[in-house]
């Protein structure tokens, strides 16, 4: 469990801050990237990566639901265990959960950025790590080794003794 930032409401009063431990939904990946179909091809790779692994992958507009799409963004951002963003497209609302996510108090090594080579990153993000791919099948290589990475070193460890008396 990791700290973090959620916000609650109290009547018409927003944005009352308050630090918690936050309860993540274990092996859900948040992935945020355009709702078109342009980007179908990419999310079936995040999907075979994500599987690979033992992840499961969310895309907001893949939920069956009639709530507010917007906040269902924000609640999958605070809930998942980790996070992909799809910068290929520039797209603004791609970036604004991204800083949502940092906000929120979810360490950098928890999310993991793609962007398809060639694609010219904003400078605000551009010092971060990216996995640049060429292809489906490339991301889904870099993918699974990255998604391995960080489900080994981002949970935390279990301490068993080794000197047992039966």
Sequence with gaps: ?????TFIE????RSIRKMEIAKFHK????VG????NSSAAIFKGIQQACDEVGLKPIKIDNIEDSGPIPRQILEAIEKAEFLIFDLTHER???????????GVGNKPEEIVLIAK?????HFDISFLRVIRYKNREDLVEKLISRLHNITMTCRPKVAYPTNLLY
């Design 27 to 30: 092996n859900v990946v948040f």
């Design 117 to 121: 080579a060639g694609t010219k990153l």
């Design 33 to 36: 990237m355009p709702f078109d």
């Design 10 to 13: 109290t009547g018409y009063k």
């Design 1 to 5: 469990m990791r700290p973090r930032i």
């Design 92 to 102: 603004p609302n791609v970036y604004y959960e991204l800083g949502y996510a940092h």
